[in-house]
C-alpha cells in the first residue's frame, strides 16, 4: 500500500459565495494614511544613517542597467548570469583597486590639506602682501606702461589704486573656513578607520544594487499591478516624464562629471600645478553639487596654484593664479554653454536661484545626499505639484502634445553618400543643439 494511503485526505472547508469586499469609510482611510505616515517617519528617524548609502545603492543599480541589458542582448546569456558575473568583476575591482589607488590618492589628499593647513593662519598677511607687491610694480603691455602706485587723473577725477587694508576682512573668512578644515582634518588623522567604513558601506552598496538588478524584471511588473487601474494612464505618463529627468541627471551629469574632472586634472598638470590629479577629482565630484561645487573647485585651484614654490612658466605668482582662475573661467563657461546642455540636456529647466535656495534646504534635511539630488528633485517635484494643481481644479494633466514636423526629404538630385548626410545631420545638431 502506497504510503501516501497512510494518511486521510482531509477535503478543504466550504468556503462561502464570493461577495465584494466592503469599501472603506473616509475614516478608515485617513486612520490608515495617518498609520503608514507615522511608520515611515519612525523607520526613516531609526535607520537614517542607511537613507544615503540605499540610495547611492538605487542609483548605481539604474546607471548599471543600461549597459547590462546592452551585454546581455549582444552575448545572449542570461540576465542573471551578466549581473552575476559584472558583480565578480566589480567586487575583485574593489578589493584590489580600493587597496592599490586608495594609497596615492591618499598621500594626494593629505599632501593637499596639509597645504590647506599651511596657506590658511597666515593667508590674511600673505594675501595683504602679494597684493601689495603686485600693485607696486608697473605692468608693461607692449608699449604702454601702467603703473598702480601712481593716481590716475581723468579730467577732475582722481582714480587712487592703493590697496585699503583688508587683513581684517580676510582674517573673518579664514575663521568662517576654519571650522571646516578642522572636520577634514580628523577625517584625515582616522584615514584608516574611514576607509575600513567606507569599504563596508561599498560592499553594502555592491549586495543591495546586486538584487535590485538581479530581479529588476520582475520589479516593474509588481509596480504596474499595484496601481489601480484607473490611474494606470496617469502613472505611466509620469513615469515616462520622470525618467528623461533621472536619465539627463544621472547618467548624464555622471558623464559630465567625468569629463569635466579629466579636462581640469589634465590642464592642471599641464599648467604645472601641484595636485592636479585630486585637482580633477575635486572638480568631478564637486560638478554633483549645483552651482556651488564648481566655484569651490576653482578657488581651491586657485590658491594652491597662488602658494605653491614657483612654476613652469617663471612667471609671478599672482600672474600665475590669475592664469590658472583664467584657465577655470574658461573650462566652467565650456561646462556651462557647451558641454551641460549637449551631455545633460534641459530637462532639468530650472532657474538658478530656485537650485541655490533648493540645494540650502535639501543640505539641511538629507545631507550630502540631498545635496547631490537636489536639480533632479524640484524638477520632479514640479512634475508632481503640476499634476495635482491640474486634478484639484479639474484641468486635463496632459494636454495634447503637437505632432513634430516631418524631416525634409532628401533632394533626389543629391550625390551626397547616406553616411555622409547623416553625419552632417549629427554634426549640426550638436553644435547648435537642436
Same mark, same amino acid.
Not at 551585454?71 to 587597496?99: I, Q
Not at 553616411?419 to 537642436?434: D, F, I, M
Given at each position: 500500500m502506497p504510503m501516501t494511503d497512510l494518511i486521510p485526505s482531509v477535503s478543504p472547508p466550504s468556503l462561502p459565495d464570493h461577495s465584494p469586499s466592503p469599501r472603506w469609510g473616509a475614516l478608515p482611510k485617513l486612520v490608515a494614511a495617518l498609520v503608514v505616515v507615522v511608520v515611515a517617519g519612525l523607520l526613516i528617524s531609526h535607520f537614517r544613517d542607511m537613507i544615503a548609502p540605499l540610495m547611492f545603492a538605487l542609483i548605481f543599480a539604474y546607471l548599471l542597467n543600461p549597459?547590462?541589458?546592452?551585454?546581455?542582448?549582444?552575448?545572449?546569456?542570461?540576465?542573471?548570469?551578466?549581473?552575476?558575473? *559584472? =558583480?565578480?568583476?566589480?567586487?575583485?575591482?574593489?578589493?584590489?583597486?580600493?587597496?592599490?589607488?586608495?594609497i596615492g590618492i591618499v598621500q594626494q589628499s593629505?599632501? @593637499? =590639506?596639509?597645504?590647506?593647513?599651511?596657506?590658511?593662519?597666515?593667508?590674511?598677511?600673505?594675501?595683504?602682501?602679494?597684493?601689495?607687491?603686485?600693485?607696486?610694480?608697473?605692468?608693461?603691455?607692449?608699449?604702454?606702461?601702467?603703473?598702480?602706485?601712481?593716481?590716475?587723473?581723468?579730467?577732475?577725477?582722481? *582714480?587712487?589704486?592703493?590697496?585699503?587694508?583688508?587683513?581684517? @576682512?580676510?582674517?573673518?573668512?579664514?575663521?568662517?573656513?576654519?571650522?571646516?578644515?578642522?572636520?577634514a582634518g580628523v577625517a584625515m588623522g582616522s584615514l584608516a578607520s574611514v576607509t575600513a567604513t567606507m569599504f563596508g558601506w561599498m560592499l553594502f552598496l555592491l549586495v543591495i544594487s546586486f538584487y535590485v538588478l538581479y530581479d529588476v524584471h520582475n520589479i516593474t511588473p509588481s509596480l504596474r499591478r499595484a496601481v489601480p487601474e484607473a490611474y494606470a494612464y496617469d502613472v505611466q505618463r509620469l513615469a515616462a516624464e520622470l525618467g528623461p529627468i533621472w536619465n539627463a541627471f544621472f547618467r548624464g551629469q555622471l558623464t559630465l562629471a567625468i569629463v569635466v574632472g579629466l579636462i581640469i586634472g589634465l590642464t592642471m598638470l599641464a599648467l604645472g600645478v601641484t595636485y592636479a590629479p585630486v585637482l580633477g577629482l575635486l572638480a568631478a565630484a564637486m560638478e554633483f553639487i549645483p552651482i556651488v561645487g564648481p566655484l569651490i573647485s576653482a578657488v581651491t585651484g586657485v590658491l594652491i596654484a597662488l602658494f605653491q614654490a614657483g612654476n613652469e612658466f617663471g612667471l609671478n605668482q599672482v600672474y600665475f593664479a590669475l592664469l590658472t582662475a583664467g584657465?577655470?573661467?574658461?573650462?566652467?563657461?565650456?561646462?556651462?554653454?557647451? $558641454?551641460?546642455?549637449?551631455i545633460v540636456g534641459g530637462r532639468l529647466n530650472l532657474h538658478p536661484a530656485i537650485i541655490i535656495i533648493g540645494a540650502v534646504i535639501a543640505a539641511n534635511l538629507a545631507g550630502i545626499v540631498g545635496l547631490i539630488l537636489t536639480a533632479p528633485t524640484l524638477a520632479t517635484l514640479r512634475l508632481f505639484g503640476n499634476y495635482v494643481y491640474c486634478k484639484l481644479f479639474d484641468l486635463d494633466p496632459w494636454p495634447p502634445v503637437p505632432a513634430p514636423a516631418p524631416a525634409p526629404a532628401p533632394s533626389p538630385n543629391s550625390k551626397m553618400p547616406r553616411?555622409?548626410?547623416?553625419?552632417?545631420?549629427?554634426?549640426?545638431?550638436? $553644435?547648435?543643439?537642436?
Open positions: 549597459p547590462l541589458r546592452w551585454v546581455a542582448s549582444k552575448t545572449r546569456l542570461p540576465w542573471g548570469l551578466v549581473v552575476t558575473l *559584472l =558583480y565578480l568583476l566589480l567586487f575583485v575591482l574593489l578589493v584590489a583597486g580600493l587597496t592599490a589607488a586608495v593629505q599632501g @593637499l =590639506y596639509r597645504t590647506i593647513v599651511d596657506i590658511l593662519p597666515d593667508l590674511p598677511s600673505r594675501l595683504q602682501a602679494l597684493l601689495e607687491t603686485f600693485l607696486s610694480q608697473p605692468i608693461h603691455l607692449g608699449t604702454f606702461t601702467f603703473d598702480p602706485s601712481q593716481p590716475v587723473f581723468i579730467g577732475p577725477y582722481r *582714480l587712487d589704486f592703493s590697496l585699503p587694508n583688508l587683513t581684517p @576682512l580676510l582674517q573673518q573668512v579664514v575663521a568662517a573656513i576654519q571650522p571646516l578644515i578642522s572636520q584657465v577655470y573661467f574658461l573650462i566652467q563657461q565650456l561646462d556651462s554653454n557647451f $558641454l551641460g546642455p549637449r553616411w555622409l548626410t547623416q553625419s552632417a545631420v549629427t554634426l549640426r545638431r550638436l $553644435l547648435t543643439g537642436k
